[in-house]
């Protein structure tokens, strides 16, 4: 029997990083992955090709919409979506093929199958053509998570649909109604939206993206009216989600407690994500589960077995591949016998609508229910030269620094390229910058990260210069 002394359950961001920084750090490792390709949930079914249709969206959208403001005329913008998925299909399969040659390159072993333990040292993998037991002296599980699904509603990935296959339609709803409006039913809506779909969205807690700081929030919703047309039902309490023949009927209670039927084309399930430890076999060796259904680990990301770690979805916080990926380098170097750090606090939030939404840090209401005392300071991006050139006025950025120190506590934007704009975020609270250091940084002009510079200035002394 072959023998580790690492081996990885899953291949998505957390195990696939986590196997290479192993292997750069000596050990003899493998990964094991069910599917057929590497790259878990994030390069097959979510990271990159919802980014790749909301790039190929965005600029549809923008052909038809803005290049007549630049002097740029068509006679007739049309659209393929066979096109556009066959693009996100090949970017998809390019990333996934990537991996396989970073596995050749780092010697790591991959063996595909469905892994499942079979004591503490070792699990069988399970295709379906062979079983294979391995061995190893530390195991990182790293199955991430699946869709969740609501009570009584089932998906039947025709019309009743998940992010999975709204990555994959075949063509351009009429109609979508997005039951949730997280992270997933902005971009999937905005991409269809953008082609040109009615998009009402039916969230059931009284603020859009409600775990970002509400100016987000209530900025985003305007927008989405504004530029998209989006139809927000906020307080929405679905009751039945059925598909009648090429329809789907939804039923519900809206603010007001009214009943409400909807028949629309399509119907998008994206009220979160479970996490996913199916066939595992945890249960043999006795690895303990929170209520929720995660992994439950200590600060190292060590189960309650000692040679056992957990990373990504499948333990507590933000679902998000970067998360996935800083635990899995952390757990890597914690077995080799090093001191990683990781903070949790200075994870960014990001959500690839347009214009963009990233945070970093406190949000202004957990800074109020922490009863810390903080000062604010925004600046919107119409102020700014760099926004007027290219037409993206929306927005703002928000800085939250304490009261006193003026150390920054939190960053919290919506605009053009804020996603590339929170790492100055992440940097700058890394080291405890106060508001003041990023005040008087050099910022090139004209660029977006002005807005930044701006709000700093505004946040540290309420002197802001372009407004
Ligand atoms: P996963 O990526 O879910 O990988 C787990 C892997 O484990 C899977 O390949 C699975 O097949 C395998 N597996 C499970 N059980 C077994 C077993 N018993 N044996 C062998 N293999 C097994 N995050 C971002 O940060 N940015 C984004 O832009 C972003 N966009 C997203 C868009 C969508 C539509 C979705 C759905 C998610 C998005 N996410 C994004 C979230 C991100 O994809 C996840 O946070 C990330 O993939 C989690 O990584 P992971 O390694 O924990 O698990
Ligand atoms: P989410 O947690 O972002 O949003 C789910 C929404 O559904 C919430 O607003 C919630 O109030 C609402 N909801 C729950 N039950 C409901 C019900 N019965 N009726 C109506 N609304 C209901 O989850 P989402 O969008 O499914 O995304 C899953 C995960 O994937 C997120 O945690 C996110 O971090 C990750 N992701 C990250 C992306 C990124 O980083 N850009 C992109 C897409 C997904």
């Not at 493998?30 to 909301?54: F, H, M, W």
């Not at 990555?167 to 409006?181: A, F, H, M, R, T």
């Not at 030269?385 to 290219?390: C, I, P």
């Not at 508001?435 to 002394?461: Q, W």
Request: hydrophobic residues 40%; charged residues 25%.
């Amino acid at each position: 029997m072959k023998k580790y002394d690492l081996i990885v359950i899953g291949s998505g961001p957390g195990g696939y990083v986590s196997a290479i920084r192993s292997a750069q750090l000596g050990l003899k490792t493998a990964i094991v992955e069910k599917y057929s390709s590497l790259g878990g949930t994030c390069l097959n079914v979510g990271c990159i090709p919802s980014k790749a249709i909301l790039d190929s969206s965005e600029r549809f959208f923008s052909a038809n919409k803005h290049f007549s403001e630049h002097g740029i005329n068509f006679n007739n913008v049309n659209f393929d979506i066979k096109k556009m998925m066959e693009r996100k299909d090949k970017i998809v399969k390019q990333t996934c093929n990537g991996l396989n040659f970073l596995m050749k390159k780092n010697k790591i072993d991959v063996y595909k199958g469905t892994a499942s333990f079979q004591n503490k040292s070792s699990i069988t993998v399970n295709s379906d053509k062979l079983s294979n037991e391995i061995q190893s002296e530390y195991f990182i599980i790293a199955t991430g998570s699946k869709p969740t699904e609501l009570a009584g509603i089932k998906n039947d990935k025709k019309r009743i649909i998940s992010s999975t296959q709204a990555l994959s339609l075949k063509e351009v709803p009429n109609e979508l109604i997005i039951i949730g409006g997280g992270v997933i039913g902005i971009e999937l809506g905005s991409v269809y939206a953008r082609l040109g779909t009615k998009i009402t969205v039916l969230e059931y807690s009284d603020y859009l993206i409600n775990s970002f700081d509400k100016s987000l929030s209530k900025e985003l919703k305007k927008i989405l009216i504004k530029n998209l047309s989006f139809d927000i039902q906020l307080n929405f309490e679905v009751k039945t989600v059925k598909s009648v023949g090429n329809k789907v009927i939804i039923t519900g209670l809206n603010k007001n407690k009214e009943e409400i039927i909807y028949k629309t084309d399509y119907c998008l399930l994206s009220v979160g994500r479970s996490p996913y430890t199916k066939g595992l076999n945890l249960n043999k060796i006795g690895i303990k589960l929170s209520a929720s259904g995660k992994i439950i680990v200590d600060n190292n990301l060590k189960t309650n077995v000692s040679n056992i770690f957990a990373i990504g979805d499948v333990i507590d916080g933000p679902m998000l591949a970067h998360k996935a990926e800083e635990e899995g380098v952390y757990v890597a170097e914690y077995i080799s016998g090093q001191k990683p750090h990781l903070n949790y606090n200075l994870i960014p939030n990001v959500i690839y609508s347009w214009p963009e939404v990233a945070s970093v840090g406190k949000t202004e209401q957990e800074l109020i229910s922490s009863g810390i005392k903080y000062k604010v300071g925004d600046f919107p991006f119409k102020a700014l030269g760099r926004s007027r050139v290219s037409g993206d006025l929306d927005g703002f950025v928000k800085v939250l620094a304490d009261e006193i120190s003026d150390e920054i506590l939190g960053v919290h934007m919506i605009g053009p390229r804020v996603a590339d704009l929170i790492s100055e975020a992440v940097v700058a609270m890394e080291y405890r910058a106060s508001a003041e250091d990023i005040a008087r940084i050099c910022h090139a002009h004209p660029t977006f990260s002005e807005a930044i510079k701006e709000a700093a200035l505004n946040a540290s002394e309420k002197r802001a210069l372009h407004i």
